[in-house]
């Protein structure tokens, strides 16, 4: 049986419930047919309201306040169309860094920070390493690079 059938047999039941002749001739039908419409009209708000939460979820990636996520999120795109890889690292300053922070205590995904030998601060935000730049301006991405040492140099 598939699951149209069901669904479609069962709000069909309901619906043949309401307009029944035992229904109509206890005199509610004018107050039935009023009710199911306000509760039509009721749930087809909910959903409505449902759909504009969900949409503002998404769109609030790329608002003012995910503005860190947006701007790494380019320089990965960019790197991945001239490569077809992530970068292995980005360097940014500190607002963008708390704002990655933020964004993955914001969603509920595990922060992986580190310190690197010579002193620096990594996080790693999707495949790339971020690293920390607090000597340049606050709001500072830099380009992508790779690892050099990961590749093989000819001559």
Do not use: C
Request: glycine content about 6%; proline content about 4%.
């Amino acid at each position: 049986m598939e699951r149209r059938a069901v669904v479609g047999g069962s709000l069909l039941a309901g619906l043949s419930t309401l307009m029944s002749p035992a229904a109509l001739a206890a005199g509610a039908s004018a107050e039935a047919a009023s009710a199911a419409a306000g509760d039509l009209e009721g749930v087809s708000d909910s959903i409505d309201r449902l759909r504009l939460t969900v949409e503002r979820q998404f769109a609030s990636v790329y608002t003012d306040t995910w503005q860190g996520v947006a701007r790494i999120r380019q320089q990965q795109h960019t790197w991945m169309r001239s490569t077809q890889k992530y970068p292995d690292f980005i360097e940014v300053g500190l607002d963008v860094w708390d704002n990655i922070y933020d964004w993955h205590v914001v969603h509920q995904l595990p922060v992986n920070m580190t310190r690197t030998s010579d002193g620096r601060y990594t996080m790693v935000f999707m495949y790339t390493t971020l690293l920390l730049r607090p000597d340049q301006a606050p709001d500072f991405v830099g380009f992508a690079f790779d690892a050099d040492s990961a590749r093989p140099r000819t001559r």
